[in-house]
C-alpha cells in the first residue's frame, strides 16, 4: 500500500511540476530588474537619513530607498 501512495504522489508532483512550467511559458517575459548592491562598511543602523537619523543628509541614498526596495 505505502508504495502505490508513493508512486502516485510521484505522480502528482510531476504533473503539477509540468503545469506550473507550462503556465510559466504562457506568461510575457518582464524587463530586466534594475539591481543596485550599496556595500558599506562600519555603518551603523541609524547612519542614515531614510533610517531616521536627524542629523546627517543622506537625500540620494534616501531616494532610492523610498524608490526601491530595502532589507
Known sequence: MAC???????????????????LALDCPAAGKP????ILIDDMGWMDLGCQGNAHLK???????????VRF
Open 34 to 37: 534594475n539591481i543596485l548592491f
Open 58 to 68: 543622506t537625500p540620494n541614498i534616501d531616494r532610492f530607498a523610498t524608490e526601491g
Open 4 to 22: 502505490l501512495e508513493q508512486k502516485r504522489r510521484r505522480i502528482i508532483r510531476a504533473l503539477a511540476t509540468v503545469f506550473f512550467f507550462l
